[in-house]
């Protein structure tokens, strides 16, 4: 990213793959709206190069590898022309039509390699719907979480539901659910445990689709620069449709089952349903520790209930060992967010016992099992 900073013409820009996606896709994963800010220099460079790029966009990019060999020869020959026509001109002269000749030929390559790449790898722009456009089009106050960190992080909501923020990842949500709805907004990957409401139905918009629950817990796996979403249930029941934001969506809805898939394909606008996630080898390498623990317990020691439960969040809890060392339990946490499990255990041990969380570190206080 710091390789930017060191731009200073045109040309540096149109080279880079992140610019054109910025430009071209809206798709702003590297920050080069704050970027551009920065400075007014900077500004009318990125501006310049912008009008240059959206001018080169070509609509109808189906385009022959022979056909795309043709036009860059035809050009490089109009180059060469130009070159001899003013190479008895003054020098400085010389000089400047030699790199504005060069810029547009930088130019002109840059946008068959383009066409080219956005052919046959990239999503269609009148598909794409982007994290920034779902938080635009959301009226309400919204909290953002980020998470740049190596490790995944633990965001508690207002209506106890719990998720698990993946590296690279971002949450917008409200500080409070209101109205007869709850939504949040994702860019990455999240597991979510949603606290059950059947009243007020819980939706997950993530790039081109919407996840539809009222308690359960799922995966969702939606980064801007892949081709497709990918949702995995865990337990209870999932409807997943596309987002009305797209153009030519269809009202059609996919049900999801515990151990069941969906993979949506973006560049399509396709639903591929998996329900042998066994079968499937992406998904069987992608499944995390909270996806394979059991959370049904009868009479397990409290400190392996915690080291579970340790396990499947990647957090750690701190608890009175001496105090707790005899504890057993049984019960069934399956179902619950995180703070819900806590508050089963520490109801279960009794004795005055709480917890407390400050992000990925949970201490609980005890006198003791009952």
Known sequence: MQKRNNYTEIEDLLSDQSFQ?????????????EWTLENRQRAKLVEDARLLLLAMKVTDINLSQNEIYSALESTWKKIEEKESFYRNTKSKIVHLKKYLLGGVAAAILLCFLSIWVFKNNSITSNTVVTYNEL??????????????????????????????????????????????????????????????????PFFVYANEIVTRVVGTSFRIKAYQDQQNVEVL?????????????????????????????????????????????????????????????????????????????????????????DK???????????????????????????????????????????????
């Open 324 to 370: 707790l060392n005899d504890c057993h339990l049984t019960t069934s946490l399956s179902d619950q967010p995180l703070p819900e499990k806590l508050k089963i255990i520490c109801k279960s041990i009794g004795n005055d016992t709480s917890f407390e969380m400050n992000g990925n570190q949970i201490t609980i206080t005890s006198k003791g099992c009952n």
């Open 135 to 200: 938080i635009e089009e959301n009226n309400e106050g919204l909290v953002e979480q980020t998470n740049n960190s190596d490790i995944s992080q633990i965001i508690t909501l207002s209506d106890g539901s719990s998720v698990l923020l993946q590296p690279k990842s971002k949450l917008s949500y409200p500080k409070i659910f209101t109205g007869n709805e709850r939504k949040v907004y994702l860019s990455g990957e999240g597991f979510f445990e949603i606290s059950k409401n059947p009243k007020k």
């Open 233 to 321: 249930v865990r337990t209870g029941k999932v409807r997943v449709k596309s987002n009305s934001l797209i153009s030519n969506a269809t009202n059609n809805e996919v049900i999801l089952l515990p151990n069941q898939a969906l993979r949506f394909i973006r560049k399509d606008l396709v639903f591929n349903k998996i329900t042998n996630i066994t079968k499937d080898e992406v998904l069987v390498k992608s499944v995390g520790n909270i996806e394979q623990l059991s959370f049904e317990f009868n009479d397990i020691p409290i400190a392996q209930i915690f080291e579970t439960i340790e396990q499947a969040y990647l957090v750690n809890i701190d608890y009175p060992k």
């Open 21 to 33: 996606s910025w430009v071209l896709l809206k798709i702003d994963e590297q920050g080069w709206e």
